[in-house]
């Protein structure tokens, strides 16, 4: 265990319901039809109100080990993120670790993925479930250590929130993970189990990795130099990995307007999933700690409400590539049903102006998803200049959105088709809203188109 000060200031535990926890996102643990009856569950549900019922209705279901997201409704946390524990039996160990190690995994990923704050933790491993605790909290306990260190740089704190019995196996193995002192981690040091999973926390089974050998069929001599591993999922998924034609050949055609358009479509969502799977490869923290984009409440149809902050875009400092993929890599699961998104304009420098080559590039490479979903672009606090730019750009280079772009000057004006509870508004943005533009007694309308 490394000694990482901003790692251990990130953890907290709190006795209690974490129905109740201020954060983010809270965690529920479920079944796989999302409809299980415990403690848990059941206080989530209570606080958060008749209507998560329904939305988890839409998501059908969530497999062991996965995590979805929706809203938090009357909850303090904005978010509630679902996943499935796995049921415990002791000749299926591995397989119920590798599971439980999914579910804290990717409940850190989703909150990674929406730049979230702070994440509120239930015992995933119910009772019910056959878990033993201690397993299972050790588990928990590295697998959001090793995810913090490595990707958590946006992330402030994670609580654990647990009960009376629970409370004493956290505050026993709480010290082997998450030393306070030096002198604390050196004495953990012996207490801590000789497996401790891979650099990600999860776990390894020596006897299921798979090794190429220089000559098949011959005994391998452990003094040579370990074999290349292979994870065989892996084989085939790659967009470079399937037959195509011939590549140079359709883009003569395209040149020549030659291709249909059925093939045009085929080889923009091959182009686009190359653009995907690079964007789950790459390490994005670097944008994801800028909080440019990030995903808040609904609107008053129900549509998902994305946000850019245009202020937090300093164009002229990051790898605008990355901040494509990175754009990608957010949207792609939101872009499959309707969506609006905001783009704060608010306070904005020469130095965040997105150029219209990036703009019609990243237009040119989404998903025909993007564009088709997109119900409404609010352009808030624009200028004049930006008016009259986003005119000729949506007229001449991307006409496809003209009619989804409305310029809104305050946010008043927001709020009739975005209610305040539901999108988180930065400080910066209320501060000079409230400075240049009084209080409407008569609401401008919005299209909700």
């Not at 352009?379 to 003209?402: D, E, L, N, Q, Y």
Request: glycine content about 4%; proline content about 4%; overall charge negative.
């Amino acid at each position: 265990v490394v000694f990482l000060i901003d790692v251990i200031c990130a953890f907290h535990y709190s006795k209690g319901d974490v129905a109740l926890l201020n954060c983010t996102a809270i965690v529920n643990t479920s079944n796989e039809t999302l409809t299980d009856k415990n403690p848990i569950s059941d206080s989530i549900h209570r606080h958060a109100g008749p209507e998560l019922r329904d939305e988890l209705l839409k998501l059908k279901g969530c497999r062991t080990g996965e995590a979805k997201m929706t809203e938090g409704f009357n909850l303090a946390a904005r978010f509630i993120i679902h996943t499935v524990g796995p049921k415990y039996k002791a000749k299926y160990r591995t397989a119920a670790e590798s599971s439980l190690y999914s579910c804290y995994r990717n409940v850190m990923q989703l909150a990674k993925e929406h730049t979230m704050v702070s994440v509120g933790f239930c015992v995933i491993s119910t009772t019910k479930r056959g878990y033993p605790l201690e397993d299972a909290t050790h588990i928990a306990f590295r697998t959001v250590r090793r995810f913090l260190e490595n990707h958590g740089e946006s992330i402030e704190a994670v609580v654990f929130a647990v009960s009376d019995a629970e409370e004493v196996v956290y505050k026993k193995l709480l010290p082997l993970y998450y030393p306070r002192s030096k002198d604390e981690e050196r004495a953990s040091l012996p207490l801590l189990p000789a497996d401790i999973g891979n650099s990600e926390g999860e776990p390894v089974v020596p006897e299921r990795q798979i090794r190429i050998t220089e000559k098949p069929g011959s005994v391998e001599d452990d003094s040579e130099d370990e074999s290349l591993e292979l994870g065989l999922g892996l084989v085939g998924n790659h967009a470079f990995a399937r037959m195509e034609g011939d590549v140079d050949k359709q883009r003569k055609q395209i040149l020549q307007g030659h291709l249909s358009e059925a093939a045009q479509q085929k080889q923009h969502q091959r182009n686009y999933n190359r653009w995907l799977c690079r964007a789950r490869a790459e390490d994005l923290s670097d944008i994801a700690a800028l909080k440019a984009l990030y995903q808040t409440g609904v609107d008053m149809c129900g549509r998902t409400v994305m946000v850019v902050v245009g202020r937090n875009i300093p164009v002229t400092l990051i790898d605008m590539e990355k901040a494509l993929l990175y754009f990608i890599h957010v949207m792609d699961h939101i872009t499959v049903k309707e969506y609006v998104m905001v783009y704060f304009h608010t306070l904005t420098g020469e130095h965040n102006h997105l150029d219209t080559d990036f703009l019609k590039k990243l237009y040119d490479i989404v998903d025909i998803k993007f564009k088709k979903n997109l119900r409404a672009f609010y352009f808030v606090h624009p200028t004049f200049r930006s008016k009259v730019s986003a005119w000729f750009f949506t007229t001449f280079s991307v006409s496809g959105i003209k009619e989804k772009v409305h310029h809104i000057e305050n946010l008043q004006q927001l709020f009739a088709c975005i209610l305040p509870e539901q999108i988180d508004i930065p400080p910066f943005v209320l501060e000079y809203d409230a400075r240049v533009s009084p209080i409407q007694s008569s609401l401008h309308s919005c299209s909700l188109s």
